[in-house]
Every structure is written in structure tokens, then in C-alpha cells.
């Protein structure tokens, strides 16, 4: 049975950095699709960013591009979502997720596999 297990998250300041990593257990990570999801308080649950099986492909929504950078290594089993210039918009439960399709995929509905979720606070 696969497992996703997050860390990292935390309360930061405005314009601090984070990394989250997400460990994956039970399952070969080097074949999948990852991606990060974040959901805030009243919100529906959004895809961050997404990463396809090789790292060559990735997906970003646009209020991350240029600060958020996803990254895996498939060796160690880990995915990561490197946070930069974080802000108080960007506090939410980041979870990772990981989907059975070959490519990229946009809907949490497309991810088969799910961690419990990290906090992330951004305070201004």
C-alpha cells in the first residue's frame, strides 16, 4: 500500500522560504506523476504545482510561478516543493498527491494516492 508522508511546513514571515518534502512508501515513485495541492480554510482544494515521472515536464498555477520550484528524486523516494517569497496568500494544507496517468494531470481527481497534509502560515 503506498503511503505519502509530508514535512516541512511552519509559520514564516512574508517573503521567507520552505521546503516541503513528501516521502513515498509502497510504490515506485520513479513511474508516476506528483503534484502539490493546497487548500485553505472555506477554499476547494487547488493543484500548486505538478511534476510528470522523468522531472522534464512540470506545472505551475500562475500565482506561484518564479517562487515555488517542484523537484523530485526518484532515488530517494521524495518529491519536493521549494517555496520562496512566501505570502500570507500562500497559507493553506499543502498535501501531495500522486496519480496513476502518464501525464501531468490538473483535478485531484486525476490523484489516486494522498499524504495527510502539512501546515503552511504566512504571516504579513
Known amino acids: 500500500q503506498v503511503q505519502l508522508i509530508e514535512s516541512g511546513g511552519g509559520l514564516v514571515q512574508a517573503g521567507d522560504s520552505l521546503r516541503l518534502s513528501c516521502a513515498v512508501s509502497?510504490?515506485?515513485?520513479?513511474?508516476?506523476?506528483m503534484g502539490w495541492f493546497r487548500q485553505a480554510p472555506g477554499k476547494e482544494r487547488e493543484l500548486v504545482t505538478a511534476i510528470d515521472w522523468s522531472g522534464a515536464s512540470t506545472f505551475y498555477i500562475d500565482s506561484v510561478k518564479g517562487r515555488f520550484t517542484i523537484s523530485r528524486d526518484n532515488a530517494k523516494s521524495t518529491v519536493y516543493l521549494q517555496m520562496n517569497n512566501l505570502k500570507p496568500a500562500d497559507t493553506a494544507v499543502y498535501y501531495c498527491?500522486?496519480?496513476?496517468?502518464?501525464?501531468?494531470?490538473?483535478?485531484?481527481?486525476?490523484?489516486?494516492?494522498w499524504g495527510q497534509g502539512t501546515q503552511v502560515t504566512v504571516s504579513s
Open positions: 509502497g510504490r515506485t515513485l520513479s513511474w508516476y506523476v
Open positions: 498527491a500522486q496519480s496513476n496517468r502518464a501525464t501531468i494531470a490538473t483535478s485531484p481527481s486525476q490523484y489516486d494516492s
